[in-house]
């Protein structure tokens, strides 16, 4: 929902659009990979709550910012992956809404990572497992090219570099 920073410039479009649309532009030749951290919901913009998230455009922008780097990979020939975790949670809590208001953070028993390719979910993504993720992803190439969804779910963190690449995998394929 618009904030004060709304009305200094700081819009969806001007950070999730044209701020993206920057980067992409300023990519030098031979860049191997992009990674881009959007929301899950992107594609689900006309079903709860993702319709009440985007009222003011927000996942708008981000679908445009997705498309730019698309668009940007096809032009410079870099692959590219789409993170879309769902609500991130967990320190450091910057932003002033309602998962900083409670410190929500990701359950013990709920570690593990529902890895899924496309928009799905609508669980809660630990900041630290949503990096871990990444790092994982950039050390894989099974999955690129491609929109990839993620949540915490119950169980412990995959443990060995197989099983991150089994889960990988399954995405992939999906």
Not at 44 to 63: C, H, I, W
Not at 149 to 165: F, L
């Amino acid at each position: 929902f618009p904030t004060k920073k709304w009305f200094e410039g700081s819009t969806p479009e001007a950070i999730d659009y044209q701020g993206v649309q920057n980067v992409v532009d300023a990519v030098p030749a031979g860049l191997k990979r992009f990674q881009l951290v959007t929301s899950i919901g992107i594609e689900r913009t006309e079903q709860m709550p993702f319709k009440l998230l985007n009222s003011f455009g927000v996942y708008d922008a981000k679908r445009k910012g997705e498309q730019a780097v698309m668009d940007g990979a096809t032009a410079k020939g870099y692959a590219w992956q789409l993170i879309r975790p769902g609500r991130l949670v967990g320190g450091p809590y910057t932003n002033p809404d309602l998962a900083n208001l409670m410190k929500a953070d990701v359950r013990d028993d709920c570690q593990d990572v529902a890895l899924v390719r496309g928009d799905t979910g609508v669980d809660d993504m630990g900041r630290w497992s949503c990096s871990e993720v990444m790092v994982e992803l950039l050390e894989n190439a099974a999955a690129v090219n491609m929109p990839l969804s993620m949540c915490n779910k119950k169980g412990s963190v995959p443990q060995s570099p197989e099983a991150w690449q089994a889960m990988i995998n399954a995405a992939a394929r999906a």
